[in-house]
Structures are given as structure tokens and as C-alpha cells.
Nanobody, 115 residues
Framework: VQLQAFGGGTVQAGGSLRLSCVASMAMFSYSRMGWYRQTPGKQREWVATITATEATSYAGSATGRFIISRDNAKKTVYLQMNSLKPEDTAVYYC??????????WGQGTQVTVSS
């Protein structure tokens, strides 16, 4: 199983980016997909989740600015990030969970927000 995240880059504060994560996992449409982020010296933190029924949830820092969505036909999950702030700078990781024992991570994509 592979999760390939891309779409990161450098953007000025207030700008937008859309991250994508393409999954090779079978039964993608039944998976719970999420985005996490990590900065040097800190633990990886949860950003957003979308379930198989497309219910979404967000960390407080993402609420109102980020939107998670999925396209099951493309086996892809997206994270639309708007009104970006310097504190959003991090490596963003895609996560996929299926059942209780399958947990997959992508390689991460760097997002840098300049002030």
C-alpha cells in the first residue's frame, strides 16, 4: 500500500494550497482518511479526517480555514488550505485507516508559509 502526498510548496501568509494524496490501497472507499502535520522537534498532530461516509472533522487550528474531501473514483483525498498562516508551516502527512488493524502513512509534503 502506498500513499503519495503532493501539492506542498511555499506560499505567502493569507494564501492557499491544495494538498492531494493518492492511495493505492484496496477498498479505499471504505477507509477513514486523514491529514496530519509535523514540525521539527514536535509530535505529529492531527489536522483533519474524513470518514467513508464523508463525515469530516477538524482540529481547532484548521476549523474554518481547511477543507478535507475525497474522490473515491480517483482514490484521492484532498486538503484545501485557505488563509494560511506562518504557524501552518510543517510537513503534512496523509493517513489511511481500514478496519482496526490497517494504518498507512504517506511520505509527507512540505508546506511553508512566509510572513
Amino acid at each position: 500500500v502506498q500513499l503519495q502526498a503532493f501539492g506542498g510548496g511555499t506560499v505567502q501568509a493569507g494564501g492557499s494550497l491544495r494538498l492531494s494524496c493518492v492511495a493505492s490501497m484496496a477498498m479505499f472507499s471504505y477507509s477513514r482518511m486523514g491529514w496530519y502535520r509535523q514540525t521539527p522537534g514536535k509530535q505529529r498532530e492531527w489536522v483533519a479526517t474524513i470518514t467513508a461516509t464523508e463525515a469530516t472533522s477538524y482540529a481547532g487550528s484548521a476549523t474554518g480555514r481547511f477543507i478535507i474531501s475525497r474522490d473515491n473514483a480517483k482514490k484521492t483525498v484532498y486538503l484545501q488550505m485557505n488563509s494560511l498562516k506562518p504557524e501552518d508551516t510543517a510537513v503534512y502527512y496523509c493517513n489511511g485507516r481500514l478496519g482496526i488493524d490497517k494504518n498507512y502513512w504517506g511520505q509527507g509534503t512540505q508546506v511553508t508559509v512566509s510572513s
